[in-house]
């Protein structure tokens, strides 16, 4: 059996365990992972298609790297992956670390070992120089999320764009709810850590401002971008010394802590609080059908668009020339009006 093959065979089986010993259901645990091996021997070019040829599907493995699997949208995201590339016959190997150096070791390990294509959920120019060393290998750099200099292909939303659709889905319930005259107090749960982040939480401070036709005065911010940092800022919030009316948060993983802080200490009354967050997270969902504090998000298509990036990532191992560059994605604002629309 040629070595390829023997690869493929082998990364098999440990997709097959890693799943036996996942947490219930068809998601995977928070940080799983499908190590690359310590000293794999570099299987690039082996069983290559002849020139003019694509690849077959059997031979091709794409390797994801991204963030810990703390929010159920990522679980849901990685899970689609997997299923599709089981289903179309292209082996796939993940691995989900919130640590940067693990990440990059990671993506290190895949490139030793030669895989065909290399997903990355990048944080911005601290992957730089693995993705050149991604290159001269010939492995072709999938950025996602983040964009990159010189990948070889991206697939992401603007994020000030989508900050900025947060802050209309917000605005909307805002003007709806108060009067031209009227203060309102609004908090942002934010992740200042990562750049793509920021911009995003600029997005949504700069449509409530522009958008709201009532005075708003921004009282206070936290980083919450998983539930349980979620929880410690919606704590802080209660104690910021004002009667929020307005939450707004870069995600809904985070916001989903802070609604569970807000909702055990008995905070806020759903005619005059109002939640918004993003990436249509099942938990929000659920919160917003209840019609209670949580009243909006962002639906990004995030999981019904695995086939897609998986579909990108095989083209560029295939050499397809139309899934190199960048790739858009669209989004939708859910409130209760639409919200079963989505669950």
Not at 189 to 204: C, H, I, M, T, W
Request: some cysteine; hydrophobic content about 40%.
């Amino acid at each position: 059996m040629k070595t390829k093959k023997l690869l493929a065979l082998v990364l098999s089986l440990m997709l097959m365990l890693s799943a036996l010993s996942g947490c219930g259901g068809d998601n995977p645990a928070p940080d799983s992972k499908t190590p690359a091996p310590e000293g794999s021997t570099p299987v690039s070019g082996e069983n290559s298609a002849a020139p003019g040829e694509e690849k077959p599907l059997s031979d091709i493995t794409i390797a994801y790297v991204t963030s810990a699997l703390t929010t159920q949208i990522f679980r849901d995201q990685v899970t689609a992956m997997e299923k599709y590339c089981k289903e179309i016959g292209v082996n796939f190997l993940y691995t989900a670390e919130e640590d940067m150096g693990a990440q990059l070791e990671a993506c290190e390990n895949y490139i030793s070992m030669g895989v065909d294509c290399l997903i990355v959920h990048t944080t911005g120019d601290t992957f730089a120089a693995t993705m050149e060393r991604c290159q001269e290998a010939g492995i072709p750099w999938f950025s996602y999320d983040t964009k990159m200099e010189g990948d070889d292909a991206y697939y992401g939303w603007e994020n000030y764009d989508l900050g900025y659709a947060i802050g209309r889905n917000a605005s909307e319930w805002v003007n709806a709810t108060f009067s031209e005259g009227d203060t309102i107090y609004a908090a942002s749960n934010n992740y200042p850590s990562a750049d793509f982040l920021k911009v995003r939480e600029q997005g949504y401070r700069d449509a409530v401002n522009e958008l709201c036709k009532c005075k708003v005065e921004w009282v206070a911010e936290a980083e919450g971008g998983t539930i349980d940092k979620g929880v410690t800022a919606g704590e802080n919030f209660i104690q910021c010394g004002y009667d929020l009316n307005l939450v707004c948060a870069i995600n809904d993983s985070g916001l989903c802590g802070v609604y569970e802080a807000f909702t055990a200490a008995n905070y806020g009354d759903p005619a005059t609080l109002g939640l918004f967050g993003c990436d249509s997270d099942p938990e929000a969902l659920k919160a917003i059908s209840e019609e209670g504090i949580y009243k909006g998000t962002i639906n990004t298509g995030l999981v019904a668009l695995a086939p897609d990036f998986i579909d990108i990532a095989v083209g560029l191992a295939q050499g397809k020339a139309e899934a190199k560059g960048d790739h858009w994605g669209d989004f939708v604002l859910i409130t209760k009006e639409n919200v079963a629309d989505w669950m």
